[in-house]
């Protein structure tokens, strides 16, 4: 089994920035995609951005700019770091992450607990 443990939300003014970390553990061969999706009250789910096995990173036209996603293999971690953060950036964060376990060759999908982020105007 594979555990994504989540940290860095809280409250922060407009303007300012948070950095969002997820460390993966347990069973691990290989983690190929990780990404970070965002759920606000009223809303869908949907993807922030995601970043590849070799750190090649994708992020949505709404925090293009803003936000920058990386990661740290040898610590099977993924971090989002938010700048110029926006009211409408308020909401769940949830690290995501495709994992191939030690065992078995079955590839599997795995997401953290989330994480609150609230921007006050």
């Known amino acids: 089994q594979v555990q994504l443990v989540e940290s860095g939300g809280g409250l922060v003014q407009a303007g300012g920035s948070l950095t969002l970390s997820c460390a993966a553990s347990g069973s691990i061969f290989r983690i190929n995609e990780m990404g970070w999706y965002r759920q606000a009250p009223g809303k869908q789910r949907e993807l922030v951005a995601r970043i590849t096995s070799g750190g090649s990173p994708t992020v949505v036209d709404s925090v293009k700019g803003r936000f920058t996603i990386s990661r740290d293999n040898t610590k099977n971690t993924v971090y989002l770091q938010m700048n110029s953060l926006k009211p409408e950036d308020t909401a769940v964060y949830l690290c995501?992450?495709?994992?191939?376990?030690?065992?078995?060759?079955?590839?599997?999908?795995?997401w953290g607990q989330g994480t609150q982020v609230t921007v006050s105007s």
């Open positions: 995501n992450a495709d994992v191939k376990h030690l065992l078995g060759s079955a590839w599997s999908t795995y």
